[in-house]
């Protein structure tokens, strides 16, 4: 059975909705989609309108809340910059805990989580679709001092202070359309409730959409700081926590796979290494892995030259937990948010919120 029958092919829906799909059948289809994301953008405004009247209220808790989330669904990057974030505030000192809803998670940790953790040792990741509830343990049982709530910008239930919101610079509108027509979650406009901007994947997009995409969004978030980040390759590492230098594959030539949110994004990484790809597989995004997939993996890795090795991603790495598939090395790629622009003052809002944070010694001293 070849691998790529049961593999979920995210690359089609993106072909269907961005209109790559042509012909009479991909139309009739998008118009489906159109007609169900109606009532989808009924339900999104109105949750807004309760919530923007004070119909419905945010919970404030007593610790400062930072919250990273899309515009779009999925594949803007969102991991690496919920890193990023937690350990400026670690950097400063303070017990730091990540709260997630914990999709894909198929009742364990998900692979964001298990990345994070694996990442970040010292920041405890608490999962559950009670975030109210998570934000409590968090600051009675781990004596947390500020919380990251990750993929947070649509879940208003809980009050945050800072409103960082990630805009993909090779697709940041979702292809124009609410879902299911497109990849939106709120229109546009919701930006207007956003504290920072971080456009990802810079790189990848060419100056001039830079720049219309920097007007775009200083037209809806004037005052707003945006940030320019690329998603910067750190090096390759195994499940035995081994790490090796980015010029491995260089060396050697690779077969990649990955169930991600945006795997032309991974591709197009592996290239600018120099990586000389002999096949690419997808799985659908937040794949879990199963035996029949293991088996697969190890038989399409047999069929490899004997000097190839097997790539995937970090968030695929920490599910498979193997070293090797079919007699060649398994690695996978670690990435790091690195801002090129804007920095300054998107570090002057998470000096804010560190500065937010007030514990009972410096309480006495300041009384």
């Not at 790189?203 to 037209?219: F, G, K, Y």
């Not at 659908?284 to 090795?309: F, I, K, N, V």
Request: proline share 6%.
């Amino acid at each position: 059975m070849n691998l790529g029958a049961a593999i979920i092919h995210p690359e089609s829906f993106h072909a269907l909705v961005s209109g790559r799909a042509r012909g009479v059948r991909p139309a009739a289809k998008r118009l489906a989609l159109w007609a169900a994301s109606v009532p989808y953008g009924w339900g999104v405004a109105l949750r807004n309108r309760l919530y923007d009247s004070g119909w419905k209220r945010s919970v404030q808790t007593p610790l400062p809340v930072v919250s990273v989330g899309n515009l779009t669904l999925g594949g803007t990057g969102k991991t690496p910059c919920v890193e990023y974030v937690a350990r400026f505030l670690r950097q400063r000192d303070l017990r730091v805990a990540i709260l997630s809803r914990g999709y894909g998670s198929a009742g364990g940790r998900n692979d964001e989580a298990l990345v994070l953790e694996q990442n970040l040792p010292d920041v405890p990741h608490l999962q559950g679709a009670d975030r109210l509830s998570l934000a409590a343990i968090a600051a009675e049982e781990l004596e947390s001092e500020a919380l990251v709530l990750d993929d947070g910008f649509q879940h208003r239930r809980l009050a945050r202070d800072l409103d960082i919101v990630l805009l993909d610079a090779t697709e940041p509108w979702g292809h124009g359309y609410l879902f299911p027509r497109g990849l939106l979650r709120e229109p546009p406009t919701a930006l207007r409730r956003a504290g920072a901007i971080v456009l990802t994947r810079c790189d990848q997009a060419s100056a001039s959409q830079l720049d219309h995409l920097r007007r775009a969004v200083e037209n809806q978030t004037p005052g707003v700081p945006i940030a320019e980040t690329v998603h910067r390759p750190v090096e390759w590492v195994n499940s035995e926590g081994q790490t090796a230098p980015l010029d491995l594959t260089g060396q050697h030539p690779a077969a990649a796979f990955c169930g991600i949110g945006n795997p032309s994004a991974f591709q197009s990484t592996l290239r600018s290494l120099g990586t000389t790809l002999l096949d690419f597989r997808i799985f659908g995004d937040h794949h879990q892995y199963t035996r029949e997939d293991d088996s697969r993996l190890h038989a399409w890795a047999r069929q490899q030259p004997a000097d190839a090795m097997m790539v995937t991603t970090q968030k695929d790495l920490v599910k498979l937990r193997v070293t090797e598939l079919g007699g060649r090395p398994l690695w996978a790629l670690r990435i790091a948010l690195e801002v090129r622009a804007g920095k300054d003052a998107l570090e002057a809002r998470l000096e804010q919120i560190a500065g937010q944070v007030r514990r009972p010694d410096s309480d006495a001293a300041a009384g």
